[in-house]
């Protein structure tokens, strides 16, 4: 063997120990992240919250990362995702302990607007991170690789987290989540990631990175896709198991979000690559009109029930294929200098149209119902798709 294929060889095993690291840390911090979400309403409960205030901790939660994005954000960009994502993972790895000292309301409020700072800042900057680590050809696959421990962290966090409080306590919780949250920060402070470039620019300030992003025309039809799956999404995540419970009582609600969840990891395996060797034009709006598709079909779920693990397939596909494919066309249109703030602006657009989507779902649960509004937010799905298509290749078009 040469000196050079084994440096070669040693140089490919370096690069896939660093990516693990980077993907361990990411499943670390959205395990805890999902596993906040699914508890801390029933946490609120138990220290006598009303409901009302149980479910307040999470809005609120949701609200201050998007006002926090906004400013945060073009920050990334400046200075580099790292140092701001590191930050988000020690909130993470110290709120919960904070709530063994002093179990109340207010503290728990508190903990709460603090952890906002690492929903904001995580999220876009691990895709940021992502998009500067790969190569520019491979990018979509890199993101589908993020995307699957994104995913694994959403299925296992909530799981372990019920587990570990159901036999131990809540208190044994805080202590699991802020050692993990621990190693999610250690993963990634250990990681080697692209150097950063600090520019001087006179204009460079957060609101003018902003709108430096909005002047450039090619965003709207895509954040327009974002909106159209935030929708659908936030109504399968909120309100799929209640519909299955009314609509098809013989059937498992469990069953749909295990075939959700791995159509989704499997989506993720092919679905960057597919876009990085057709084009994301090619694979983003067909995997927008398989979500609305499936969230369709979900209206005819009373007449044929086996239609649950069906409807979780497309579901599945749609949501992940169009929400992946979607990051990585925003990423390839963006400047690299301007990757956060755009990305920013895609989970800002998520957590905006996931809670409106939870409203409208609430709503038409105390009306037509819930099968009418999956039906609905299907058919919408598929008709916008088609214009906000068009438009994007228009375009595209013109700038070439």
Request: net charge positive; hydrophobic share 55%.
């Amino acid at each position: 063997m040469s000196i050079h294929q084994v440096k070669t060889d040693s140089a490919f095993s370096a690069e896939w120990l660093n990516w693990l690291l980077f993907f361990g840390s990411v499943f670390f911090f959205m395990a805890n992240l999902f596993a906040a979400i699914a508890v801390f309403p029933s946490y609120s409960l138990s220290i006598g919250s009303t409901a009302f205030q149980a479910g307040l901790q999470n809005t609120l939660f949701g609200v201050m990362a998007v006002l926090i994005r906004f400013y945060l954000g073009p920050v990334m960009d400046r200075k580099g995702p790292r140092p701001l994502m590191l930050l988000g993972a020690f909130t993470f790895a110290t709120a919960p302990l904070i709530l063994l000292f002093s179990p109340s309301y207010s503290l728990l409020l508190a903990a709460r607007i603090y952890q906002s700072l690492g929903l904001a800042v995580f999220l876009p900057g691990m895709y940021a991170l992502t998009a500067g680590m790969a190569p520019p050809p491979r990018i979509g696959t890199y993101l589908g690789s993020l995307r699957i421990f994104f995913n694994l962290g959403l299925l296992s966090g909530p799981a372990a987290a019920l587990m570990i409080i159901g036999r131990f306590g809540y208190d044994s919780w805080f202590i699991v989540s802020g050692l993990s949250s621990l190693l999610a920060l250690i993963l990634l402070a250990v990681i080697r990631v692209p150097a950063v470039v600090i520019r001087t620019e006179k204009k460079t300030g957060s609101w003018n990175q902003i709108l430096e992003v909005l002047s450039h025309k090619q965003i709207y039809p895509l954040i327009g896709g974002i909106a159209l799956f935030s929708l659908t999404y936030s109504g399968v995540v909120s309100f799929a198991a209640v519909h299955i419970e009314a609509a098809a009582p013989q059937a498992e609600a469990a069953y749909f979000f295990v075939a959700f969840g791995a159509a989704g990891i499997a989506t993720c395996l092919v679905g960057g690559a597919l876009s990085d060797h057709f084009g994301r034009q090619q694979v983003a709006w067909p995997m927008l009109v398989i979500l609305g598709a499936g969230a369709a079909l979900f209206f005819y779920l009373p007449a044929w029930p086996a239609l649950v693990i069906v409807c979780a397939v497309i579901l599945g596909i749609g949501t992940q294929g169009s929400s992946l494919v979607f990051a990585a066309w925003l990423i390839e249109i963006s400047k690299p200098r301007l990757r956060a703030t755009t990305i920013s602006m895609q989970e800002n657009t998520i957590d905006i149209f996931f809670a409106v989507g939870a409203m409208f779902f609430g709503l038409a649960a105390q009306g037509p119902g819930l099968g009418s509004a999956f039906l609905a937010a299907g058919i919408i799905t598929i008709i916008a798709a088609l214009p906000l298509r068009k438009v994007s290749a228009n375009m595209i078009k013109k700038a070439v």
